[in-house]
């Protein structure tokens, strides 16, 4: 497929995971005024092209029950501040937890710049809750990364917007779980989440603000697996750990003392 996108939604998407909400912050200018030259975030790279999702229209999928499992990334450039692509979808993998348990789903999305030279690689995993026993391994291929065991090297707070959901749908996710209470609660939550992909970008941009110095050009891997929803407007508290060209880190709701993302891995740049 081919397709596009300009800095107008770059803009929106950096502003939809937290970037610029504190002006004091000189460093996140940047990404939120295209003068004398706008930075993406590289986790933006999971809304573009629909992430691979058309991939599956028509497939027989309960989709009040899909959640994100797990988001990988390799960037290959920086995302430019607009662009035209050619992204190859394919379906890696389908894993079969069990008639009780769901299905996986990993789609891997290829995409190129227009001119032929490679942008990034990413993986979408779904969960889909209410789709297990479909027939195939049970297994995946993929391990998760395994956290050090030490205490972090930073510790990153980001307070969510209540309204967080409303804002990140603008970018092309409209699922009413994120907006409809009443959808929600059929989806067995008591109220809307916030989308697994707003959780990712919020986790990059803490590792941005932390090791990074906010230069997007040094992230050339990002990997999560998502344990946990998020309801707007809590409290995400990023622990990264630091070794080498390595990073790890996980995102707890502080408020339940939950983990939101776990297994993280970030690889930069030399």
Request: proline fraction near 7%; aromatic fraction near 8%; glycine fraction near 10%.
């Amino acid at each position: 497929m081919t397709f596009s996108y300009t800095d107008t939604q770059m803009l929106l998407y950096n502003l939809s995971i937290g970037m610029g909400r504190d002006p004091s912050i000189s460093q996140e200018l940047p990404f939120v005024y295209e003068h004398p030259h706008l930075q993406v975030v590289p986790s933006a790279a999971a809304v573009l092209g629909g992430g691979g999702a058309n991939i599956l229209q028509g497939v027989d999928i309960n989709w009040a029950k899909l959640l994100h499992g797990e988001q990988r990334l390799r960037v290959f450039q920086p995302l430019p501040p607009a662009a035209d692509l050619i992204g190859t979808t394919r379906i890696s993998e389908v894993v079969d937890k069990g008639i009780d348990k769901g299905a996986i789903i990993t789609l891997e999305m290829d995409v190129k710049l227009a001119n032929g030279e490679p942008l990034y690689l990413m993986e979408n995993v779904i969960f889909c809750r209410g789709d297990g026993g479909c027939g195939g391994p049970t297994k995946s291929k993929a391990s998760p990364h395994v956290l050090p065991d030490r205490e972090p090297d930073f510790h990153y707070v980001t307070q969510t917007r209540a309204d967080q959901a409303l804002l990140y749908r603008l970018n092309g996710d409209r699922n009413p779980l994120h907006a409809d209470p009443k959808f929600a609660q059929k989806a067995g939550f008591e109220k809307p989440i916030l989308h697994g992909l707003c959780s990712y970008g919020i986790a990059c941009r803490a590792v941005l603000a932390t090791v990074c110095d906010y230069n997007p050009g040094k992230i050339n891997r990002f990997d999560v697996r998502m344990t946990s929803p998020v309801f707007p407007g809590e409290t995400i508290g990023t622990d990264i750990w630091v070794d080498g060209n390595t990073i790890s880190f996980q995102c707890r709701a502080m408020e339940r003392d939950v983990i939101l993302i776990s297994n993280g891995r970030c690889d930069l740049n030399n």
